[in-house]
């Protein structure tokens, strides 16, 4: 499912396309760049209501959205690899996994 | 947990408009499920919370609650997706950020062995400036033939792009010292274009190959024919055999896409036979004659009419 501007602006509701733009250039959402403007997709239109609900609801002020959406990315990111690493150890044969569990207990009780 | 809309935003049954939003805003902030990923039983509450809050903000259903004629449940707000669910499932990871552990390489061999393979997907502060990640769609013919393309990047300037040949949705293109310029003396980051290539009205495409549908006339598939069919570079012809069924697959080869290597995969034409708008009285009447003789049934798996 792909998103124009004035699709985007008109799902969303609460937002312009100023605003849209001004999102953009700030670099809060990164459309994909088609032959006739910005396209978007599903993760970005979501990205573009959580910002509206920032704004609005949880009344971030302006400057502080930036802050927000890069500690939120950084979360993304640690879940993403948190994933991943879970994964590859849960792919282990049963002693290797016996053994990062033993190690890992003991980190985190110190 | 209650259901009732006061108790769960902790207002009074006397609370103001301004009250009600005020104690939404700032069960809001606790709980909206964007900032808290991953917890299950948060986002229940801020579901129970905001259909609360959109019960009591609508006068007539608060009203209508408070006179009992409906119960707490009784506006649900349409399940929304939130941000995370799509984050979360977004292969990319193009808004991820690995600044939460990037300093993790100086202090284990195995994170910088797996995160130092990233400088592909990931941008990385170093001397040298960040990457900067686009998207881009592309058209299938263009990504097949290749094009130049003029990217208007957001923040006015503009990059001449070549998108090579054969050229499939996921094809990274990477444009040296386009990105964010180095700190101190360091050089500029590099762009990454990430392709994404547009679905055709007529093509599809599996590998290397092009697929295409052939409409084909009764009499076509009866007694075959030279047709012309169209191809990602320009018409091609194509020879239909005698006997032909729908689903029967044409395949011209080196028609498809560009490997890479200078060769090419193939053009399938997949046919598909159209019957006539009317079945005059002729061909029902010789029908009726032909099958007193030729009856077959195609749907034994010997299938066929010899």
């Known amino acids: 499912m792909i998103f124009s501007e004035a699709e985007v602006v008109t799902v969303v509701e609460m937002i312009s396309v100023q605003e849209l733009r001004g999102w953009v250039q700030a670099g809060w959402i990164a459309p994909a760049i088609g032959q006739s403007g910005p396209v978007f997709d599903e993760l970005d239109v979501a990205r573009v209501r959580l910002v509206c609900e920032l704004r609005g609801d949880l009344e971030v002020p302006e400057e502080a959205v930036p802050l927000v959406l890069s500690l939120l990315d950084q979360v993304h990111g640690l879940r993403r690899e948190m994933q991943s690493l879970a994964k590859a150890v849960d792919a282990q044969p049963e002693n290797v996994r016996a053994a990062v569990k033993a190690t890992y207990r003991s980190l985190m009780t110190g | ?306």
């Open chain 2, 1 to 306: 947990m209650s259901d009732d809309p006061y108790e769960l935003l902790g207002v009074s049954k006397t609370a103001s408009v301004d009250e009600i939003r005020k104690a939404y805003r700032k069960l809001a902030k606790e709980l909206h499920p964007d900032l808290n990923p991953g917890d299950k039983s948060t986002e229940d509450r801020f579901k129970k919370v905001s259909a609360a809050h959109s019960l009591l903000s609508d006068a007539e259903q608060r009203a209508r609650f408070d006179r009992g004629e409906i119960d707490g449940s009784g506006a649900d707000t349409p399940q929304q997706r939130y941000y995370r669910h799509y984050a979360d499932s977004d292969p990319s990871g193009r808004y991820h950020s690995d600044a939460g552990y990037r300093d993790f390489e100086g202090a284990s061999d195995i994170f910088s062995d797996l995160f130092g393979r990233g400088s592909d997907g990931q941008a990385r502060f170093r001397a040298r400036g960040q990457n900067v990640h686009y998207r881009l769609v592309v058209s299938f013919l263009d990504a097949i033939n290749g094009a130049k393309q003029q990217l208007n990047l957001p923040d006015g300037s503009t990059i001449d792009l070549t998108i090579p040949a054969g050229s499939k949705s996921g094809t990274i293109l990477r444009l040296r010292g386009k990105g964010h310029p180095g700190l101190g003396d360091g050089p500029s980051g590099d762009a990454l274009v990430e392709l994404t290539v547009a679905p055709h009205a007529q093509f599809s495409r599996e590998g290397d190959d092009i697929i295409v549908e052939l409409p084909i006339s009764l009499d076509e598939a009866i007694l075959g024919a030279k047709i012309e069919v169209p191809g990602a570079s320009g018409r091609l012809r194509v020879t239909v055999p005698k006997g032909s069924s729908s689903g029967d697959v044409l395949r011209l080869r080196g028609k498809g896409a560009p490997k890479g290597d200078g060769r090419h995969g193939d053009q399938r034409v997949v046919l598909k036979v159209v019957m006539p708008n009317t079945i005059d009285d002729g061909l029902e009447a010789f029908m009726e004659e032909w099958r007193k003789e030729h009856a077959y049934n195609p749907r034994e798996t010997s299938g066929g009419n010899q």
